[in-house]
Nanobody
Framework: QVQLVESGGGLVQAGASLRLSCAAS????????VVWFRQAPGNEREFVGG????????QYVNVVKGRFIISRDNARNTVYLQMNGLKPEDTAVYFC?????????????????????WGQGTQVTVSS
């Protein structure tokens, strides 16, 4: 298991940028694939993007492609979600989740049911 803590959320105007961080405990973080989900009030939790354990593979939901970038620093046990060109529809609680993966896995798991380890979430609010 790994413990995850998100940070970096806040209230911004449309068009602004935010960088979320997902800090993990443990010494084997480099073995974990990490994903970001978000959940707006009244909506189901949806996949935003993810990154493989090595950082070589990233995947994004279409509505954030070209605006959001996921990166990781395994030395700091941290994954980042850089969000640019924020829109009001990006308003949600953002969660990170992690799963230990085999090195040969060349994809990002995009189903929330694939992940047991979750952070507590950080609120992102984008005003128009």
């Amino acid at each position: 298991q790994v413990q995850l803590v998100e940070s970096g959320g806040g209230l911004v105007q449309a068009g602004a940028s935010l960088r979320l961080s997902c800090a993990a405990s443990g010494r084997t973080f480099s073995r974990y694939g990490v994903v970001w989900f978000r959940q707006a009030p009244g909506n189901e939790r949806e996949f935003v993007g993810g990154i493989s354990r090595s950082g070589a593979i990233t995947q994004y939901v279409n509505v954030v492609k070209g605006r959001f970038i996921i990166s990781r620093d395994n030395a700091r046990n941290t994954v980042y979600l850089q969000m640019n060109g924020l829109k009001p529809e990006d308003t949600a609680v953002y969660f990170c989740a992690a799963r230990e993966e085999m090195a040969y896995l060349n994809r990002v798991r995009i189903s929330s049911t694939d992940y047991a380890d979750w952070g507590q979430g950080t609120q992102v609010t984008v005003s128009s």
